[in-house]
C-alpha cells in the first residue's frame, strides 16, 4: 500500500508557483520521498527526491517538514506542460522496501 | 541522465497468444527491474521486481505462469505475456533502478490490446 496521501486535484494559473502537498505521517527514518509526474499515456517522469533536506533542480524544489510527515513540491513558474499527474513517493532503501509504489496521486492542471 | 527504452510501445494482439515486452537500460547498468501494469485513470500497479540472474518476485495476485519475467542481463528485462486475454489489454510499464545515482528510470510504455 502506498504510505502518502495526496489531495485528489489542484489546479493554478500558468505562470504562478504550483505547491503540491503530501502527507507521509508514518515514514520511517531511512525512507526517501520521491516526486514523479506522468502525462497521460506515458511513462513516469522523475522529478526530485530528498531524504531530510530540502531540494532543488532545474524542474522543481523539495520541502521536506522538519518531521519529515509531509513535503511539498514546488514548480516556481507553472506552464501548460506541466499539466500532469504528480505522484509523491516513500521508498525504503534495500531490499523489498526499495521498489516504488504508487498512489493515487494528484491532477495538476495549469490553466491559460 | 538515465535512459530506459521499452518495445514495442503498442502491439495488437490475438487471444491465446503470447506477447514479449522488451526494457533495456541505455546507458547504466541495472540489477534491478520493475513492471508495473497500469489500466485507464488508475494509478502505476507493480506487477514484479525483477534481479539479474535470479528469479522474479511477484506482487500478490500477479501469475508467475503468466507473466514470465526473464533478466538474463544487466541491461535487458523482458515481460512475456502468455495466452493472452482481452482482460489483459493494459499500459505495461517498466523501470529500472540505477544504484550508482539512485534513481528509477520509467520506459515510456507498452499499450497491449488483445483482440
Known amino acids: 500500500d502506498a504510505k502518502t496521501t495526496q489531495p485528489t486535484s489542484m489546479d493554478c494559473a500558468e505562470g504562478r508557483a504550483a505547491n503540491l502537498p503530501c502527507n507521509h505521517s508514518?515514514?520511517?527514518?531511512?525512507?526517501?520521498v520521491y516526486w514523479y509526474r506522468q502525462i497521460h499515456s506515458q511513462g513516469p517522469q522523475y522529478i526530485i527526491h530528498?531524504?531530510?533536506n530540502n531540494e532543488t533542480n532545474e524542474m522543481a524544489s523539495l520541502i521536506i517538514t522538519e518531521d519529515r510527515k509531509s513535503s511539498t513540491l514546488i514548480l516556481p513558474h507553472a506552464t501548460l506542460r506541466d499539466t500532469a499527474v504528480y505522484y509523491c513517493?516513500?521508498?525504503?532503501?534495500?531490499?523489498?522496501?526499495?521498489?516504488?509504489?504508487f498512489g493515487k496521486g494528484i491532477t495538476l492542471s495549469v490553466r491559460p | 541522465g538515465a535512459v530506459v527504452s521499452q518495445h514495442p510501445s503498442w502491439v495488437i494482439c490475438k487471444s491465446g497468444t503470447s506477447v514479449k515486452i522488451e526494457c533495456r537500460s541505455l546507458?547504466?547498468?541495472?540489477?534491478?527491474m520493475f513492471w508495473y501494469r497500469q489500466f485507464p485513470k488508475q494509478s502505476l500497479m507493480l506487477m514484479a521486481t525483477?534481479?539479474?540472474?535470479?528469479?522474479?518476485?511477484?506482487e500478490q495476485g500477479v501469475e508467475k505462469d503468466k507473466f514470465l519475467i526473464n533478466h538474463a542481463s544487466l541491461t535487458l528485462s523482458t515481460l512475456t505475456v502468455t495466452s493472452a486475454h482481452p482482460e489483459d489489454s493494459s499500459f505495461y510499464i517498466c523501470?529500472?533502478?540505477?544504484?550508482?545515482?539512485?534513481?528509477?528510470?520509467f520506459g515510456s510504455g507498452t499499450r497491449l490490446t488483445v483482440v
Open positions: 525483477s534481479n539479474e540472474g535470479s528469479k522474479a518476485t511477484y
Open positions: 508514518t515514514i520511517s527514518g531511512n525512507e526517501y
Open positions: 546507458d547504466f547498468q541495472a540489477t534491478t
Open positions: 523501470s529500472a533502478r540505477d544504484t550508482i545515482r539512485e534513481s528509477y528510470t
Open positions: 530528498g531524504l531530510k
Open positions: 513517493i516513500v521508498r525504503g532503501y534495500t531490499g523489498a522496501n526499495s521498489k516504488l509504489t
